[in-house]
């Protein structure tokens, strides 16, 4: 039977077998930052080609995308980032622990997207019944108070002329501004797809659960460009799209879940969002946000084709970004740059968007969560990652079984070739029982010896991580034997 896993165990494991580290712990740390280690970073890397692989190259209809993170302040004018972006946050007389008024109310863990300041501070009510989630005291708390969520830079030589910049607090938004840029140099069509990866940051009140909330984290977005009025079909097929995925990649299917947004809690711009939810073990087990998948409509490219149309020539002459408004004029959105012409039906129309928008820290966390698990092998109680092969650090480890008769220079022969395809991992220290429990603790799928009997007939054992059945292989038939069991 599986281990029950606890948030503590995959913190001690990933230190201890090098996937994450906190940063800059020589220093003390700096909070809800993190280091990927040798095997995080290849994990991470195997989550993120995962999901290009399936979003971007095994399809037709999307393209991929790959967006500076600094962007013109318009940019966040025009998305409604610069005004609306904030948390409204309150403090605890008692302990000064700052918490969100959404969370005190409502002990939700996702953002209110994009409401409006002065709305949020208008539906921050009486906090007297609230509780402190830190000390425990009731109803001391300060006046809510806004808290901005961007990150703020200066980019120029010098104080004079420096311009005043954020750090992307999500990536879509450079999609939204490369919209005709993609059109104009690709013979892509309505419907298709733009994909991206990349950093965003944000000023989070609070952080928590090891990487599940943290304030510089990566994105896997895709926004899908649709007709309106084919929208419905196509966020309801993103859905099962994404949730599959997860599902094909080994999470086990009674820890996932859809959770659709009630309509108090859309976006403004929202007809639709779902959520993908995997039960972590934070606490006695809480379900929270894989990822989300909403439909935009065509909020975004209207906000952009607005914003390029009234601010470009009142920044050029004031630059302050507080006193722009975007005006709501009577325009002709079919004639503007974020317009699409359909050659087929000869009609122009903004087009509608379906937003699958996931986590790549957090998804990396549920896959090490859900592969984590405990059994016995030899009377001794064995951890072992049980993660799908495509998402394993390290694919194959070889060992000799002992430093002489020539066995540490077949094993190595045999692992200089195999690298060249897998990533590989090659080990001679120890009893060889040992280095066995240290593969499975990192996840690798499968172990090759070298023995005596490798000199006599050419071949070698090969151990499988999950069930530990060992079977002899030709040394020539490696390569082919876990290219099959691999699915590369």
């Known amino acids: 039977m599986a281990k029950i896993t606890k948030l503590d165990d995959i913190v001690s494991l990933c230190k201890r077998r090098g996937f994450i580290f906190q940063s800059s712990e020589i220093y003390g740390g700096l909070a809800s930052c993190y280091d990927y280690g040798p095997l995080g970073a290849e994990l991470k890397r195997n989550v993120r080609n995962a999901w290009w692989k399936s979003t971007v190259q095994m399809r037709d209809d999307v393209v991929g995308l790959d967006c500076s993170i600094l962007m013109h302040p318009l940019v966040w004018k025009a998305s409604g980032h610069a005004d609306k972006f904030a948390d409204i946050i309150a403090e605890c007389k008692k302990c000064n622990t700052r918490s969100r008024v959404d969370h005190l109310k409502n002990h939700t863990e996702e953002h209110a997207a994009h409401v409006p300041v002065e709305t949020a501070m208008a539906d921050a009510k009486n906090l007297s019944k609230k509780v402190c989630p830190a000390c425990g ?3 001391q708390f300060t006046d809510p108070m806004p808290f901005r969520l961007m990150f703020e830079t200066k980019m120029g030589a010098n104080a004079d002329d420096s311009m005043t910049l954020f750090l992307r607090p999500e990536t879509a938004q450079g999609i939204f501004a490369n919209f005709r840029n993609v059109l104009d140099s690709t013979r892509v069509k309505i419907p298709f797809g733009i994909a991206q990866i990349g950093k965003s940051f944000r000023n989070e009140v609070t952080t928590k659960a090891f990487i599940f909330r943290t304030r510089e984290f990566e994105q ?12 419905d079909e196509w966020f309801a097929r993103w859905k099962e799209i994404r949730f599959n995925w997860y599902i094909g990649l080994g999470i086990k299917k009674e820890n996932l879940r859809m959770r659709e947004h009630s309509k108090d809690e859309l976006a403004h711009y929202a007809k639709g969002c779902v959520d993908v939810e995997y039960k972590f073990p934070f606490g006695s087990g809480d379900w929270q946000e894989l990822e989300g998948i909403a439909n935009r409509t065509d909020f975004d490219l209207r906000q952009h084709q607005r914003g390029i149309r009234t601010l470009n020539d009142w920044f050029e002459k004031n630059g302050d970004l507080s006193k722009i408004s975007l005006k709501e004029e009577a325009e002709d959105w079919l004639k503007g740059p974020l317009s699409y012409f359909d050659e087929e039906k000869k009609r122009r129309f903004v087009p509608y968007v379906i937003e699958p928008s996931a986590g790549i820290d957090r998804s990396t966390l549920a896959f090490l969560v859900d592969a984590y698990d405990e059994d016995e092998a030899n009377g001794e109680i064995r951890n072992v990652l049980r993660f799908h092969p495509a998402l394993a650090p390290i694919k194959a ?4 079984l002992v430093k002489k008769d020539g066995m540490p220079e077949i094993a190595m022969k045999i692992y200089d070739d195999l690298k060249k395809y897998f990533t590989c991992f090659y080990d001679e220290k120890g009893a ?10 990192a996840g690798t799928p499968y172990c090759i010896t070298v023995d005596g009997q490798t000199k006599e007939d050419d071949t070698v054992t090969v151990r499988q991580r999950d069930s530990m059945k060992q079977e002899r292989i030709a040394v020539g038939q490696l390569k082919n034997y876990l290219r099959e069991k691999l699915d590369v």
């Open 432 to 441: 060889v029982g040992r280095r066995y429990r240290r593969q499975d603790e």
């Open 220 to 231: 896997a977005e895709l926004e899908f460009f649709c007709e309106p009025g084919t929208d």
């Open 397 to 400: 480890a070889i060992f000799p």
């Open 137 to 139: 005291t009731i109803g």
